[in-house]
């Protein structure tokens, strides 16, 4: 690499001595600020997001128990299906603010704003301030990360953590340090903490790169990684060893599991079984059947599954670009030594970490066979961003060159194209846009090569066009997302796509109505649908068979018309259109009551609340979308019957009767409920029992319960008084 100064990328740096640029300090600034206006703008239209964890929250704001493990209600009857540590700074928050979008979502748009500072940090150590500005942007706008740095899942603090792992493991490289190695280690840790597995992805490329190129001794290195391993280990294995020592009988059990055991519920549900499809108890019941080659229930598997249909839109703007860039350092960079103690060594390894990551985890997404959501690209988003600032600032370095300046026009050029072909994918997006992007991002291409002998104003104005290009479409997809709401369990950034794949038998297409809360849809107009199965609304569908057991949607989730219920004075949320609690959609039609929370009327929250100090539980429910609908409305604890999918066997029948004989549960809520369009006579859900996946358990006690007490309509659901038998 060159060291010469250059007018969009200062010369190359190794380590943070070097004199700061006076632009930079505002410039970075300026980063945070409107990266941090980004995530906070309009950030209370989404509610209670995922109503699933919002009650964790809201559980472990009153219970100390329940904030420890991840308890869905203040009474610990179960836990989530993860671990808890994505649910600490929103409990917390929630602790010290009160219950609330707001006191829920700012700890993940915080997440967001520190990201793009360790990303910014990492990547100016070795490619100077203007590639971190680069990749700091790159980051930001990415639409997925826009999404899920404004959602309550826990891929906003494992995105976090990856990050700064990588971050750790290039500032252990620069000199050996065991210090910084050590803290890699903490941070796998923790990452683990909040979505088990998925934490070690990244680690065999980044375990083999320290192993090979640090600069010092081999028994050293071996040493070192032992070190990091057993910080990892402390870090991630306290969690697991409390909960597994301590009485099954007097802690929630481990929702996502069949046997109450975290184990069990990290190596199958949530680890491997995402890998091959044997996910015992999900909500598509194991691997195998419908949905394309190699994809099992949820979407085509395969080497293009980032870049085609809707996930395409989350994640694949910059991509392609990414991995040529990536090609392109390892090339300019290869001739360093071994040792990363010079400035080509430490760009190399910077590479190889970035795109070793980014590599390792889109061929596990493009391959695995079990449950997967597009959000779940966001974990991709700081690896293609800082592959792109560093592979842009390495071949500007290099321009003088002829392969580098085609490599630079190419991949621009690339950019523009494929930024064209995935605003085309939403019928009828900004049209003006998509030309625009490809006319401006072919053009810059072509100009330059060539700009630099028309003087350092004429590169700079082609330069600024090139990046304005390559990152219009993510900002249009961006500033859609952040303008709507979203609520549920599966989310998606941007307009609606037809034709997507990557959830239940492939998502977003075809005529099935299934989709997330977008109030106002991108025109304004009412969220119904057309021939084409898209939403003017901007809701997702469903396309293809649904897995077995999820009834198809009487209506869809998305609302498409007025505004979302915003959380009220008392923190516990107004009702929005059609009597929503907090900003929650979806009706519970077939898939709604799964995958989304109920409508829950002042009727309902007045028997709920009723005499509530009197029970553990103010009542029962079958899944915990549905559960979390009335305990978020009331604030009172209600059971989650069956966990997430309703086919966990917790409780089973024999205790349930214990906790009504013994006068823990007053009501119990059956699954009859009211229609997304508002109507009183809905079909039943999908979210466990006889509707769901699972049913077993869940059935056996709703079939109990129907048997043995009275039935009445409470504003417009079922409710069994658990107090007062029939005989």
């Known amino acids: 690499m060159t060291t010469a100064a250059l007018p969009l990328f200062p010369a190359a740096v190794a380590g943070s001595d070097t004199p700061r640029p006076r632009w930079e300090r505002p410039a970075l600034a300026g980063l945070l600020i409107a990266t941090a206006a980004l995530l906070l703008w309009n950030l209370d239209a989404s509610g209670y997001a995922n109503s699933f964890y919002s009650a964790a929250v809201q ?21 989530v299906d993860k671990p808890p540590a994505a649910l600490w700074p929103m409990m917390l928050s929630v602790r010290l603010f009160g219950l609330g979008s707001w006191q829920i979502l700012v700890p993940q748009a915080l997440m967001g704003v520190a990201t793009t500072g360790v990303l910014y940090a990492a990547v100016r150590r070795q490619f ?17 990360a826009a999404l899920m740095f404004r959602f309550n899942n826990p891929d906003a603090l494992l995105t976090l953590l990856l990050t700064v792992t990588v971050y750790c493991l290039l500032r252990a490289l620069e000199g050996a340090h065991t210090r910084w190695l050590v803290w890699a280690g903490v941070a796998v840790g923790f990452a683990f903490l909040t979505k088990t597995l998925q934490a070690f992805v990244i680690l065999p490329p980044l375990a083999v790169l320290y192993a090979v190129c640090a600069p010092t001794g081999l028994r050293r290195r071996l040493g070192q990684l032992l070190l990091a391993g057993g910080a990892m280990v402390v870090a991630g294995g306290w969690w697991v060893a409390v909960v597994e020592l301590w009485p099954a009988s007097s802690r929630p059990y481990i929702g996502g599991s069949q046997n109450n055991s975290f184990l069990e519920l990290t190596l199958g549900y949530n680890g491997l079984g995402r890998i091959n499809g044997n996910e015992t108890g999900s909500v598509g019941g194991g691997a195998g059947g419908p949905g394309g080659a190699g994809g099992g229930r949820w979407g085509e598997s395969g080497i ?66 079990g449950i997967f959501h597009e959000y779940y690209t966001v974990a991709l988003a700081p690896f293609v961003a800082a592959l792109v600032g560093m592979g842009t600032a390495v071949l500007w370095e290099e321009r003088g060159s002829t392969p580098a300046a085609v490599t630079l026009s190419g991949t621009l050029a690339l950019t523009a194209i494929w930024s064209y072909v995935l605003l085309g994918r939403a019928t009828g997006y900004l049209p003006w846009l998509r030309w625009a992007v490809l006319v401006g991002g ?17 590169l700079r104005a082609t330069a600024g066009l090139g990046v304005a290009a390559a990152l219009a479409g993510p900002f249009a997809y961006c500033m859609t997302t952040v303008s709507t709401g979203h609520t549920g369990s599966i989310v998606t950034a941007g ?30 107009a009412p969220g119904g649908r057309d021939g084409a199965g898209t939403r003017p609304g901007g809701g997702q569908q469903f396309g293809g068979a649904l897995p077995p057991g999820v009834l198809p949607p009487g209506q869809g989730q998305g609302q498409g018309q007025g505004q979302a219920g915003m959380p009220g004075a008392d923190g516990r949320g107004a009702e929005g259109p059609g009597g929503f609690p907090g900003g929650m959609a979806g009706g519970p039609g077939g898939a709604g009551g799964l995958l989304n929370g ?40 209600v059971m989650p019957i069956g966990g997430f999918n309703g086919s966990d066997p917790s409780p089973t029948l024999s205790q349930f009767k214990e906790y009504v004989r013994d006068g823990k549960i007053h009501w119990f809520i059956g699954q009859a409920g009211t229609t997304a369009g508002g109507g009183e006579d809905g079909g039943r859900r999908g979210g466990g029992g006889p509707g769901g996946p699972g049913g077993g358990t869940s059935t056996e006690i709703e079939n109990w319960v129907k048997a043995t007490f009275k039935e009445s309509a409470v504003g417009g659901a079922t409710f069994y008084d658990l107090t007062t038998p029939t005989a």
Do not use: C, H
Not at 322 to 335: D, E
Not at 506 to 514: L, N, R, T, W, Y
């Open 304 to 369: 293009d599954r980032l870049f085609a249909g809707n996930i395409g839109g989350q994640i694949s703007w910059l991509l392609p670009a990414a991995l040529v860039l990536l090609v392109a350092g390892l090339v300019i960079t290869w001739r360093a030594r071994r040792a990363t103690d010079s400035v080509d060594g430490m760009a190399r390894a910077a590479f190889l970490a970035w795109g070793g990551s980014l590599l390792i985890t889109a061929v596990v997404f493009s391959y695995m066979q």
């Open 128 to 144: 100077g301030p203007g590639a971190a500005l680069l990749s700091g942007a790159a980051f930001a706008l990415t639409p997925v």
């Open 495 to 524: 307009p609606a796509v037809a034709g997507g794949r990557g959830g239940p038998g492939g998502m977003a297409g075809g005529p099935g109505g299934f989709g997330e809360m977008r109030p106002g849809g991108q025109n304004g």
């Open 598 to 637: 109920a409508r829950v009327g002042a009727e309902a929250k007045a028997a709920l609340t009723a005499d509530a100090d009197a029970y553990t539980w103010a009542a029962a429910a079958i899944g915990s979308q549905n559960a979390a609908s009335y305990q978020l409305a009331s604030g009172v604890p």
């Open 442 to 458: 072919l053009l810059a291409a072509v100009a330059l090569p060539f700009a630099g002998r028309a003087g350092r104003r004429m």
């Open 59 to 79: 559980a472990g704001s009153e219970s100390w128990k329940a904030f420890f493990f991840g308890s869905s209600d203040a009474g610990n009857s179960i836990t």
